[in-house]
């Protein structure tokens, strides 16, 4: 099935105008960590940082234990997918050993 | 002769038993962590919510059993008529929209534009982000002074909104926000059910001159049955669970109890007023109502549903 160029065209535009608006609460986010204390609150609000803060980041690490966050985080998630793909893995194995179409 | 030949078969069907036995206990053996987990952390919880929807509990004097006034209490109270208002609300309106809207994003990824895998991931990277982090951001983005949505439309001439502090628009804001996180899991399965779509149907369709619409309603509406059957069973279940972000962004309910849904009362009952045994009787009638309405879908629905 081929498409007119036109017909592509407008799915293109249709997709990039719903993709702008999934993507720019994230843009906003990294945007306003960026900002300074007073930027953030500035009407009309800005899109780009006049002087990128970059040290609101550092800061955010110091105010709070990041590190070990992290390594709680990386925990959880290793224990999580091993503990669910060994039932998962033992599981289906069981039922298609189990199951009375397999072939020997 | 004829006793040898019986007393090999004899001991053949013994080795296949034996072997058999081998299986069922490898089998077992395997299934044992997974049903520890289970029965631990799903099946003996489960049981212990419907017990102590019987009693009265506040985790630290003992329990007293009173049967089943738990449960008249429940109808008795004024907040329990808005959850359920509120949680049919909030399905009513996000299922529906999360359904179409994900559905017509994979109809048009599917026509073989380029880009594909750029758009795919866009869609889902909200999906993969905590809905925590992202009900914060959008915490921000909905204020009513500085909030960039009332800057973007105050640019078109409309608002200034209260989003999620006005009593009208507070379950709306939380839906607006459930549907852009959630819309790319449902894109990416849609998607992968109208990849499977053999082409053949739709060639022979064109020979047979079926219009672009009565090939949609004709080839990919059944093709897809199985997956949209799926994404509405899921997506009943995992709307009627909503908690977090009501939780994050509307903290006590909202203004005016407005988004006070069936699962945030289950929590004040239990960690703000300590009534574990309300707050249980709660969870056996959402997972009473769940299990009923998928059973419900099971029956009216999959009969309907177009397995290959």
Known sequence: MRLSLLKKLIIHLVLIILGITMVVPFLWMVSTSLKGFHEIFRYPPT?????????????????????????????????????????????????????????? | MQETQASTALSRKRAERKRAVKRALVGYTFLTPASVIMLCFIFIPVGMAFYLS???????????????????????????????????????????????????????????????????????????????????????????FDGLFNYLLSLIGLGPYRWLNDPKMAMLSVIIMTVWKGLGYNVVLFLAGL???????????????????????????????PTMYFVLIMGVINSFKVFTQIDVMTPGGGPLKSTLVVVYLIYQQAFNSFRFGEASALSVLLSGFILLLTVLQRVFLEKRVHYN
């Open chain 2, 54 to 144: 019987l009693f009265d509990w506040d985790l630290i004097s003992p329990k007293t059993f009173v049967g089943f006034r738990n449960y008249v209490r429940i109808f008795n109270s004024r907040d329990f008529y808005i959850a359920v208002r509120n949680t049919l609300y909030f399905v009513g309106v996000q299922l529906p929209l999360d359904f179409c809207i994900s559905l017509g994003i994979a109809l048009l990824l599917n026509q073989k534009i380029r880009g594909l895998s750029i758009y795919r991931t866009i869609f889902f990277t909200p999906v993969v982000t905590s809905t925590v982090a992202v009900s914060a951001v959008w915490m921000w983005l909905y204020d009513p």
């Open chain 1, 47 to 104: 899109w780009i940082p006049e002087k990128p803060q970059w040290s609101n980041y550092l800061q955010v690490w110091k105010l709070a234990p990041f590190g070990r966050f992290y390594v709680n985080s990386v925990f959880v998630a290793v224990a999580t997918t091993a503990g669910l793909w060994s039932s998962w893995l033992t599981g289906a194995w069981t039922r298609s050993a189990s199951s009375p179409t397999r072939c020997h």
């Open chain 2, 195 to 225: 990849q499977n779509i053999e082409p053949s149907l739709y060639e022979a369709a064109a020979i047979d001159g079926a219009r672009p619409f009565q090939q949609f309603r004709y080839i990919t509406l059944p093709q897809l049955s």
